[in-house]
């Protein structure tokens, strides 16, 4: 298969196609059609198609699903693949799976249907799903694999590779070689190439690393996440209260951790708290409410202040031209600002020792733009209305909005974060309030001080 083919797994006219077989009861044609696809190009097509069809296909490929597509579905889909199939056939799927993948379908379950499929896996497998469970959702627990190479820190260097070649139950992919003492106290680790290097006599403990970096099975996602990009990581060992060994993070479930995080940050400076495209219409209206109920209140709270200044719109009717002008532009300033504090937060790059850092070179941004643009503005309604004092005022009121709005995407932000309220959630909401207000009084207070 060439590239391009492999970068477009997933054509519209492949989905086409599907969809006219499933329409047609073709299941072997759909059998056919999806033969070649991997775990990933099968879960965009249960996505792109209709429900309807979603459910056909799920009992056509029961048998043939690949168990990792699973682990690619968006939420909302997985509940419905899931619906389709019983407990065998998840347990059957689970039983494919790394631990703390496994542990991520079985925990969409309801409970006794997630104590059904867990009864029909052995009991070693399903005492390290359980385990996995017991960790609260987010944490290294959650996302560490018990599948790993540990070996005694007594063994040789041709001790470990006889017991690589023989154990049955090793990890596909083996980055690292992970070394502990008698009381399964992590000592350090060994790259899997050094160790290949090194000849059989050497005593693993000499070629050990015990430098490595570890983290605690309680430790948060995020803060692993920000672990493996500072310390270019492929693996991670996770330890107890101890230091016992208990598992390891891969470093392809940390990006998908880092793609949710991203994710998330956007859908909720957006308003929207979950990926909501797969959702019923009636759950996203309900969801999308929440905010747009605050947003209204904000917008009442502007118009209030607009209200302020009947008498001097009634007066200069450009006013109420050009006043939404001011705003606009401050909102917009505003929404970079917060987005990049937002966003330097997340991944730890915005701290209280930078923060002040940070707020000045905003600020110095919004007064340049502010300059900038209120020459460009006052220039244009001075040619369009032949009034240089009104000219004046808005280029005023634009530079005193653009500075407010570097100041506000800056501060809600970090306060919010003090607060411990996370800033992706509401500083967007915020920082509307503060610029349209603020646009708005300064824009019509110059304008009344200076006009009338």
């Known amino acids: 298969m060439s590239e391009p083919d492999v970068l477009d797994e997933v054509t ?10 499933l329409a047609d009861d073709q299941a072997e044609d759909v059998r056919s059609l999806l033969a070649g696809l991997s775990a990933t190009g ?19 490929l029961k048998k043939d699903l690949d168990p990792e597509t699973l682990i690619e579905l968006d939420e909302e889909i997985l509940e419905d693949v899931l619906d389709q199939l019983d407990s065998k056939d998840i347990a059957a799927a689970a039983r494919e799976l790394e631990t703390d993948d496994a542990a991520a379908i079985i925990e969409e379950l309801p409970e006794q249907e997630r104590q059904e499929v867990l009864a029909e896996l052995p009991a070693a497998e399903r005492a390290e799903i359980e385990s996995a469970l ?43 070689i992970f070394v502990v003492d008698p009381e399964g106290r992590l000592r350090g680790s060994v790259p899997l190439g050094r160790m290949l290097r090194t000849k059989r006599p050497v005593p693993i403990a000499d070629i050990v690393d015990p430098d490595i970096p570890s983290v605690p099975a309680s430790a948060d996602q995020v803060e692993v996440a920000h672990l493996f990009r500072d310390k270019n ?12 060994l208990e598992g390891v993070i891969m470093v392809d479930d940390v990006v998908d951790v880092i793609d949710e995080e991203a994710e998330e940050d956007i859908l909720r400076m957006g308003g929207v708290g979950i990926d909501d495209m797969h959702a019923p219409p009636v759950r996203t209206a309900r969801l999308r409410a929440v905010w747009l109920t605050v947003n209204l209140a904000t917008a009442i709270l502007a118009s209030l202040v607009i209200g302020q200044f009947e008498g001097a719109i009634e007066k200069i009717v450009a006013l109420a031209v050009l006043m939404p002008i001011v705003a606009s532009m401050g909102g917009n300033a505003g929404t970079q600002t917060v987005t990049v504090a937002v966003r330097a937060l997340a991944t730890g790059q915005l701290t209280a020792a930078n923060a002040l850092r940070f707020i000045a070179k905003e ?3 919004g007064g340049l733009n502010g300059m900038i ?5 006052g220039a244009a309604v001075v040619g369009w209305y032949g009034d240089w004092r009104l000219g004046a005022v808005i280029a005023a009121a634009m530079i005193c909005n653009l500075i407010a709005a570097a100041l506000a995407g800056t501060l809600i932000p970090l306060s919010l974060q003090k607060f ?33």
Do not use: N
């Not at 990581?233 to 016992?244: E, T």
């Not at 643009?373 to 503005?377: G, Q, Y």
């Open 12 to 21: 519209p006219e492949l989905v086409r196609r599907v969809e006219a077989a």
């Open 42 to 60: 099968q879960a965009e097509i249960l996505e792109q198609v209709a429900e309807p069809e979603r459910d056909k296909l799920v009992a056509i």
């Open 134 to 176: 017991a960790y609260p959702e987010g944490t290294a627990g959650r996302l560490m694999q018990r599948s790993l190479v540990k070996i005694p820190d007594g063994w040789t260097v041709g001790e470990v590779i006889d017991h690589c070649r023989e154990a049955t139950d090793l990890p596909d992919d083996v980055y690292d």
């Open 233 to 244: 990581l492929v693996s991670c060992p996770v330890v107890d209260v101890r230091g016992r």
């Open 363 to 365: 600020a110095a941004v």
């Open 373 to 377: 643009f209120a020459l460009l503005m």
């Open 420 to 452: 411990g309220v996370d800033p992706a959630v509401s500083s967007t909401v915020f920082l509307t309030t503060v610029t349209d207000v603020i646009g708005f009084l300064a824009f019509l207070g110059l304008a009344t001080v200076f006009l009338l």
